[in-house]
T-cell receptor
Framework: KAGVTQTPRYLIKTRGQQVTLSCSPISGHRSVSWYQQTPGQGLQFLFE???????NKGNFPGRFSGRQFSNSRSEMNVSTLELGDSALYLC?????????????????FGPGTRLTVL | GQQVMQIPQYQHVQEGEDFTTYCNSS?????IQWYKQRPGGHPVFLIQLVKSGEVKKQKRLTFQFGEAKKNSSLHITATQTTDVGTYFC????????FGKGTRLHILP
């Protein structure tokens, strides 16, 4: 199976702009989670989508949003970019066989999108 | 808020020496997961521990979950250059909370 793919791999934007990142999960995986990774804050959970619905959300402002399509592909959007949004944005997919959040399947990360905000 | 603390932040070891990273929480953890991220790479899932006192091994890697489910450790025996990277612990409940990671550097 092909792994998780993310596009674009690199992106440079300026403050105030918005950006949309895309994630294609492993075939058959219905859950997609997004993470922000920075040297200072480490890996932080943004949100998780399953069956086109946001199931869990981290502690990020409303400028960070996402969605999931019927084919399980997901996008995340960041509006009104700030310098502090510069980070590696990772998505991860997993099989999720029930709506119970504690039912666990291994998650697989994509290579990430490196966003630089100038 | 919910936190998992990892120590040490950095570790330099001579190739062939052992390495251990620790993950601690002030609250009882429902489970603990371990990931490895190579430099320039993305996190790769290693293992999940769920039971109190659980010990699992993967070749030279030994993972432990404390009896009180408030701490965990990852021990690597006889490190090799391929072990270089950052090791993260994480708790998965309704969200997943990552520790800040331990960066392992191997001296040849």
């Amino acid at each position: 199976k092909a792994g998780v793919t993310q596009t674009p791999r690199y992106l440079i934007k300026t403050r105030g702009q918005q950006v949309t990142l895309s994630c294609s999960p492993i075939s058959g995986h219905r859950s997609v989670s997004w993470y922000q990774q920075t040297p200072g804050q480490g890996l932080q959970f943004l949100f998780e989508y399953f069956s086109e619905t946001q199931r869990n959300k981290g502690n990020f402002p409303g400028r960070f949003s996402g969605r999931q399509f019927s084919n399980s592909r997901s996008e995340m959007n960041v509006s009104t970019l700030e310098l502090g949004d510069s980070a590696l944005y990772l998505c991860a997919s997993r099989e999720r066989t029930s709506l119970n959040p504690s039912s666990y399947n291994e998650q697989f990360f994509g290579p990430g999108t490196r966003l630089t905000v100038l | 808020g919910q936190q998992v603390m990892q120590i040490p932040q950095y570790q330099h070891v001579q190739e062939g020496e052992d390495f251990t990273t620790y993950c601690n929480s002030s609250t009882t953890l429902s489970n603990i997961q371990w990931y490895k991220q190579r430099p320039g790479g993305h996190p790769v899932f290693l293992i999940q521990l769920v039971k109190s006192g659980e010990v699992k091994k993967q070749k030279r890697l030994t993972f432990q979950f404390g009896e009180a489910k408030k701490n965990s450790s990852l021990h690597i025996t006889a490190t090799q250059t391929t072990d270089v990277g950052t090791y993260f612990c994480a708790e998965r409940d309704d969200k997943i909370i990552f520790g800040k990671g331990t960066r392992l550097h191997i001296l040849p």
